[in-house]
């Protein structure tokens, strides 16, 4: 089974919503996914209405610290901004790292609507990304 850890700052949006489309499209006999922060920041109420419009339910999702006996035998972690991959402890050899440098949604301003929006760019952005982990 190959273990990916999705890793970003407060493991609040983009780390979760990555955990979710990881669970949903990715083979669970195949892969087993993680999400975690190098803070915790606790489930971002917007991450989690994005991702029920893509049917997906996050909501039993927690908001973690690295654990760093998962990070240690993970095969793929995948950093999801600058601040976790400048921050994040070593990687191990033999772990392979990839590093997705995403805009933090919970950052935006402007109108609900506006936000809401970041999230959803966010979220399509993070879906394809996840997607392309089969190829």
């Not at 610290?65 to 991959?85: E, H, P, R, S």
């Not at 949604?105 to 993070?126: C, H, S, V, W, Y």
Request: hydrophobic letters at 35%; one cysteine or more; aromatic letters at 6%.
């Amino acid at each position: 089974m190959r273990k990916i850890y999705f890793l970003c700052t407060g493991n609040s949006c983009r780390s979760q919503i990555a955990e979710g489309y990881g669970k949903a499209i990715l083979p669970t006999a195949e892969f087993e996914i993680k999400s975690a922060g190098i803070e915790q920041h606790g489930l971002n109420p917007r991450a989690l209405q994005v991702m029920a419009e893509e049917g997906i339910d996050i909501s039993t999702q927690t908001s973690d610290l690295i654990d760093m006996d998962y990070f240690n035998q993970a095969d793929l972690i995948i950093t999801l901004c600058g601040d976790a991959k400048d921050k994040c402890p070593v990687i191990p050899k033999g772990i392979e790292h990839a590093h997705w440098d995403l805009e933090d949604p919970a950052k935006a301003t402007g109108t609900e609507e506006e936000i809401i929006n970041k999230f959803r760019e966010i979220r399509d952005d993070i879906k394809s990304r996840v997607a392309n982990l089969l190829d």
